[in-house]
């Protein structure tokens, strides 16, 4: 077998292919779908099992009024303890075992805190103890048979591509994937096709340019398809190996997981399939979870909307000024790159009379002549990046982020800096940490693209809300010094 058909890229795709599906589901609904499903049993378990208890004893119409009261608040109980616990996340709801254990003892601590508020609170009268013993034995059961059925329908959702499907990439040498089990890989590892980018077997001490092309290639796939995962099947000690993987995948916004290699699998033969999940390490995390990126985004369209509205006079007001200024668009566009290095069109106030958006973009310097009178007073006051608020609306940027740069800017810089592409872990943002801390303007210099680096990337590894409301307060007052902006 030749060099070059042993060491190119190969993408396989192991398993059947599935037929397309019209319409895909986000599998961050899981989780809402889930807890929406317990409550509702927990509901109608209360209601069916004190009303059926009441009505046997007096053979009368009962008052469902406090079973209903009782079956929310139980309901309640019991899902934020089995949300805490991570049951309701996509990756252990498609698992196949059933949680019996972790369901009944999750129920159980639900049944006696009921059982303590019952007494505290003398509730004895209008919600008897035989209802109680009637609602603790019929909840269990149905939230078994509720947890079985929702598992069931999402593997069918999964395999048909309805809910969740993104393809896991394995990044490997051939001695160690061989000992895989396909089928671990998708139970443990989420959903969808196992691609393989195979490295060279052996020794490996000076990785060659054959495997640099492969890793590239990998993470190239990685972020055109969303992939969920990427696994790396390679010998744990070979570190060599393993740095130079991990630097050709740096810039790809998913977690990696390095798996239990030959000789850790032959210590847990016979083991329980979770146990590749449990020994497997994680070599670089993903930015933000679901749900944080679900609380974010819900952060920017609300802030956006309010922005808009509250801003909506300067906005009519400057379209006016540029209109009148200087013959040309009111609205400035140049391509950019966003989360995970997708393409999108930036809005601004035109603030200069050229319009550069190719593969030579000029930086603006202090005392440019293409700035315009008003653009001069856009620029200083930062009202110019006014319209990114549509931005944030339609999902490109966010209005926390690293700042997006012009995209022949992207191509240098990302020559001059091997983490540079990090940066696009999270989506642009039309402020950042980096220019409340004063790092705005032009970057005329390595150090200058190096400090603004270093702040984004500080950004991305300490993300919380509250760090954004910071962001969101010291930018207004960066703004108000109008320094390094021109």
């Known amino acids: ?42 509901f109608l378990s209360s209601v069916v099992a004190g009303g059926s208890y009441d009505w046997l004893l007096s053979h009368e119409l009962p008052n469902l009024l ?79 048979a509720g947890r079985s059925l929702a598992k069931t ?112 699998r032959a210590l847990t033969r016979g083991a329980a399939p979770e146990c590749l999940r449990a020994l497997a390490i994680n070599v670089q995390s993903a930015p933000l979870s679901e749900a944080q990126c679900l609380m974010k985004r819900s952060v920017d369209i609300a802030l956006a909307v309010v922005a808009l509205l509250f801003f909506s006079p300067i906005i009519a007001i400057t379209a006016i000024a540029i209109k009148l200024d200087t013959p040309g668009p009111i609205i400035f566009r140049q391509d950019r790159k966003g989360f995970n290095g997708r393409r999108f069109t ?51 940027m966010s209005l926390v982020g690293p700042r997006p740069h012009a995209l022949a800017h992207d191509d240098q810089f990302e020559q001059m800096l091997s983490n540079y592409a990090v940066r696009q872990h999270v989506k642009p943002g039309i402020t950042g940490w980096a220019q409340c801390n004063g790092a705005r303007g032009a970057t005329p210099s390595l150090d200058h693209i190096a400090e603004r680096v270093r702040l984004d990337l500080w950004y991305i590894n300490n993300w919380s809300m509250k760090l954004d409301v910071k962001i969101l307060v010291r930018t207004l007052f960066e703004v108000m010094k109008q320094r390094n902006a021109y």
């Open 66 to 144: 406090p079973y209903c009261a009782i079956g929310i608040l139980s309901g309640l109980l019991y899902i934020l303890r089995m949300g805490g616990k991570g049951h309701y996340n996509f990756t252990e709801a498609i698992r196949p075992r059933l949680e019996i254990s972790r369901i009944a003892s999750c129920w159980f601590i639900t049944a006696l805190l009921l059982a303590l508020l019952a007494f505290l609170l003398k509730i004895g009268p209008s919600y008897s103890r035989g209802a109680l013993v009637a609602f603790s034995m019929l909840a269990p059961l149905l939230l078994f």
């Open 346 to 396: 930036i809005f601004k106030f035109r603030s200069m009379t050229s319009q550069e958006n190719g593969p030579t973009v000029s930086q603006a310097t202090r005392g440019d002549p293409r700035v315009t009178e008003i653009g001069r007073i856009l620029r200083a006051t930062s009202v110019d990046e006014l319209p990114q608020l549509f931005n944030v609306l339609r999902g490109e």
């Open 1 to 42: 077998m030749s060099d070059s058909t042993e060491f190119r890229n190969e993408v396989n795709a192991i398993g059947p292919a599935r037929a397309a599906t019209p319409f895909r589901i986000s599998e961050s609904v899981v989780p809402y779908l889930l807890s929406t499903i317990d409550l509702s049993i927990i």
């Open 153 to 264: 329908f999402l593997a069918a959702a999964v395999s048909n591509k309805v809910i969740g499907w993104r393809p896991i990439v394995v990044i490997g040498v051939p001695g160690e994937f061989a000992a895989l089990r396909e089928q671990s890989l998708l139970t443990e590892f989420s959903t969808g096709d196992v691609k393989t980018f195979m490295l060279r077997d052996g020794d490996a001490t000076n990785a060659s340019s054959v495997d640099a092309t492969i890793l590239n290639s990998a993470a190239a796939f990685a972020r055109r398809h969303d992939c969920r995962e990427i696994l790396l099947a390679l010998p744990w000690a070979d570190t060599k190996r393993l740095d130079f993987v991990r630097n050709h995948i740096s810039a790809t916004p998913t977690a990696a997981w390095l798996l239990p290699d030959a000789n850790v």
